[in-house]
């Protein structure tokens, strides 16, 4: 099994020395901490992907293949989750970023059937929508895809998600489209895709998880509590109780998380200066929230009203060692991009939380677009270091793959030769193979190399 135990070590003493002198809270003139890591970037021949020495990748899917089920692979490859299925074999559940405007970088090749199972239509014409999810299961002891497929479809701008301990994949519309607005039903939901089943999934929207423009989702496994982000500005970030445990669909109650002391304020983004400083630990509180399914729109404003602390653009959310950390693309004094960390209550969602209560730290903040520019998907390496996905398109566009030590240095992993972003990055089961989505024209990636040869 992959470790997570590097980052759930020596982050409150000696090996956060050096992250809080870096700079990270302070002038966005210095830069934070880098390291060479793996070792220098050596060129690809192919112009794709540039890797350290040792490491190579093989594409393993690429835009207009055909799918096993009559179908082609669709373009914008974003979120995906990797979840086992055997000793040998993965299922790669990977979302499809499509709006009713992409009509020509669907899945289907020209009408789709009638019949079928779909959220949502185009109202002019009654076709799909084409967001989704596609399948693909592969043999990583053999480095061999068996089949990939069509398991969602209807939705729109399926941005990340999260997998879960029971098998499944939470894909999370990043669009908030109401009925009536070109498409017949609303949109803004969380919906769940079983890795083991194949073909089309039935499109059941998790409502209770709440409406607003979702980004990604990591369910703890000691509580079966999801945990949520948010693509906005000015986002909250959001648990769910749920009523069963590996039971969404029944229901729950959603909460947005709130520092504990009312003086910490409401504000992580550090826009105006260091209100949260790097390594600082807040207590937090949760607060309840009604009204989930918000058609107007307003969780986040009802939320940050009633205490929820503001973040800059929730993005990839990952559980490490009873822990989680997420990407906050925007925050930070240069607006580079933070690392968020949230260690749960032991008694995580009960009364008696309380009187031990989880707590919120921000765990790196890039002042320096060198090292870290605009952190979306991440992901835990299996020597327990972070891989961050980089989502940014200023001139010339340059997004890389940024791994992350527990002590919060930051080094380059990777470096994409096309212009577009790497996302979806998950590991296999064993560790190793990490696979990691080239966003458009799609291309999913197979690499491979000597991931524990490197584990300051």
Not at 186 to 193: K, S
Not at 395 to 416: C, Q
Request: charged fraction near 25%.
């Amino acid at each position: 099994m992959l470790t997570r135990r590097g980052f759930n070590v020596g982050l409150t003493s000696s090996a956060f020395a050096g992250l809080a002198l870096s700079g990270c809270a302070t002038a966005p003139a210095e830069a934070v901490r880098t390291i060479t890591g793996y070792g220098p970037l050596v060129p690809d021949p192919a112009r794709l992907l540039d890797l350290p020495q040792g490491f190579s990748y093989r594409i393993v899917s690429s835009l207009g293949d055909a799918m096993d089920d009559g179908n082609i692979v669709p373009d914008r490859a974003d979120g995906m989750g990797a979840i086992r299925l055997d000793d040998r074999r993965v299922a790669l559940v990977r979302n499809h970023e499509l709006h009713t405007r992409h009509r020509d970088k669907g899945p289907f090749r020209g009408a789709a059937p009638r019949d079928v199972a779909t959220y949502d239509r185009v109202a002019a014409d009654g076709q799909p929508l084409l967001g989704g999810t596609t399948t693909l299961v592969y043999d990583y002891r053999a480095g061999r895809l068996e089949t990939q497929y069509l398991s969602l479809v209807g939705t729109i701008n399926n941005c990340a998600g999260g997998t879960t301990p029971w098998g499944s994949w939470l894909t999370c519309e990043e669009d908030v489209t109401r009925a009536g607005s070109g498409v017949a039903r609303d949109h803004g939901w969380v919906f769940e895709v079983p890795a083991a089943r194949p073909g089309l999934t039935p499109p059941v929207p998790l409502k209770a998880l709440g409406r607003f423009k979702h980004e990604a989702a990591a369910v703890d496994p000691r509580t079966g509590i999801v945990y949520l982000t948010e693509d906005r500005e000015d986002s909250l970030f959001y648990r769910f109780l749920p009523e069963s445990r590996g039971q969404l669909a029944r229901g729950g109650r959603l909460q947005a998380l709130a520092y504990r002391d009312p003086a910490a304020g409401s504000d992580s983004r550090n826009w105006s200066g260091a209100d949260l400083p790097v390594q600082q630990w807040r207590d937090a509180r949760w607060i309840d929230l009604d009204n989930v399914e918000a058609p107007e729109d307003d969780l986040r404003e009802r939320g940050h009203a009633a205490g929820g602390v503001l973040f800059a653009r929730g993005e990839g959310i990952h559980f490490g060692d009873g822990e989680l950390y997420f990407c906050c693309t925007s925050g930070g004094v240069a607006k580079l991009g933070q690392v968020m960390r949230y260690r749960p209550s032991r008694f995580e969602g009960q009364p008696t939380e309380r009187s031990e209560p989880g707590k919120l730290q921000l765990f790196v903040e890039s002042n320096d677009a060198a090292a870290l520019n605009y952190g979306d998907n991440l992901t835990v390496a299996p020597n327990g270091h972070l891989i961050i996905c980089e989502d940014q398109y200023t001139k010339p566009v340059e997004n890389h793959l940024r791994g992350i030590t527990p002590a919060g240095a930051l080094y380059d992993f990777a470096r994409l030769r096309e212009q577009t972003e790497l996302a979806g990055a998950c590991f296999s089961p064993d560790g190793r193979t990490m696979f990691v989505n080239v966003y458009s024209p799609t291309k999913t990636l197979a690499i491979t190399g000597p991931w524990s040869a490197f584990r300051a």
